[in-house]
């Protein structure tokens, strides 16, 4: 069963703190992907990756890097988390050739 | 760029009932497209997808067709029940970097 994993289903921080979202797949997918979810919005892509070091800008990248060291593991870093990042965070992976997006359960984070 | 538009919700129906939901896109090229299901407290799953113009998506009696003319992928159902209650997201892959791009979604409340 191909799984993406998510290191925290609930995360609460204080505004300024450093933020990691850790996530990990077991499927050795070339494309990972950190999207926002929101209240009519939908999702919104943050940053996508599609190979060990490389990283794309998405539609909404500011306030966030990633890392991606290792195939497998994709990090969300908040710098400086502020409330208007209080969200659900979604991972998910891809395979080069096949544009299925297998996601994560989410972390819902609060910034307080 | 590439977008998706799909209908507001929330949908309300009574078990049985017929299910049709709303999506249009604008893309340049040849996207894929999908349908993606959230149930409660979890992550995104696929449901269908359809690679190119008349194709169809089936899955779960849930059923969807690629039209390029119109530029939709609406999704139906012919007979609902209490456990398709869930938030339906419709999106579209690029092909260049495969990142999707999704609709705001859709929640569908079915009730005994």
């Known amino acids: 069963d191909v799984k993406v994993t998510q290191s925290s289903r609930y995360l609460v921080k204080r505004t300024g703190e450093k933020v990691f979202l850790e996530c990990v797949q077991d499927?050795?997918?070339?494309?990972m992907f950190w999207y926002r979810q929101d209240p009519g919005l939908g999702l919104r892509l943050i940053y996508f990756?599609?190979?060990?070091?490389?990283?794309e800008k998405g539609d909404i990248p500011e306030g966030y890097s990633v890392s991606r060291e290792k195939k497998e593991r994709f990090s969300l870093i908040l710098e400086s988390a502020s409330t208007n990042q209080t969200s659900m965070y979604l991972c998910a992976s891809s395979l080069w050739q096949n544009t299925e997006a297998f996601f994560g359960q989410g972390t819902r984070l609060t910034v307080v | 760029g590439d977008s998706v538009t799909q209908m507001e919700g929330p949908v309300t129906l009574s078990e049985e009932a017929f299910l049709t939901i709303n999506c249009t896109y604008t893309?340049?090229?040849?996207?894929?497209l999908f349908w993606y299901v959230q149930y409660p407290g979890e992550g995104l799953q696929l449901l269908l997808k359809?690679?190119?113009?008349?194709d169809k998506g089936s899955n779960k009696g849930f059923e969807a067709t690629y039209r390029k003319e119109t530029t939709s992928f609406h999704l139906e159902k012919g007979s609902v029940q209490v456990s398709d209650s869930a938030v339906y997201f419709c999106?579209?892959?690029?092909?260049?970097?495969?990142?999707?791009?999704f609709g705001t979604g859709t929640r569908l409340l079915v009730s005994p």
């Open positions: 893309a340049t090229g040849y996207p894929s």
């Open positions: 999106a579209l892959s690029d092909q260049g970097f495969q990142k999707l791009v």
């Open positions: 359809a690679t190119k113009a008349d």
């Open positions: 990756s599609y190979d060990v070091k490389m990283k």
């Open positions: 499927m050795d997918h070339e494309n």
